[in-house]
């Protein structure tokens, strides 16, 4: 069991080093594949890179978004891909429940908010 300050702390530790890691990594390699292969590996750095970072950011929020349907309640997570391509507000999706198959503005639930 987790209390709301433990688990706040230690989200935002994780989160506080991913960033740190990922920007080192990016910086790194920009003035590698830029001083190497200029322009074509900046232009390669810009694609993996910068797409790479977004594919974990988006990963990273679907592992930790819940969504909760507005017809039958039921509480479901989705696929990076899925977060990815489906049309989004800052707090819902469109999405088809996976139990009663309606396609709503399926509202996010704070994953937090469940440990409690
Ligand atoms: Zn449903």
Redesign the pocket.
């Known amino acids: 069991m987790y209390s709301q300050t433990e688990d706040t702390k230690a989200n935002w530790t994780n989160v506080t080093v991913r960033i740190l890691l990922v920007t080192t990594t990016l910086a790194i390699s920009a003035y590698l594949m830029a001083l190497i292969f200029w322009p074509i590996g900046f232009i390669a750095w810009l694609i993996i890179g910068v797409g790479g970072m977004l594919f974990f950011i988006v990963r990273q929020h679907a592992r930790n978004s819940v969504y909760r ?1 507005v ?2 309640s ?1 509480e479901f997570n989705i696929s990076a891909l899925a977060d990815f391509f489906s049309p989004h507000t800052p707090n819902s999706k469109y999405l088809k ?1 996976p ?2 198959y ?1 396609q709503r503005w399926q509202p996010e639930i704070n994953d937090t908010q469940q440990k409690v």
Do not use: A, L
């Open positions: 349907c017809e039958c039921n429940c139990k009663c309606k």
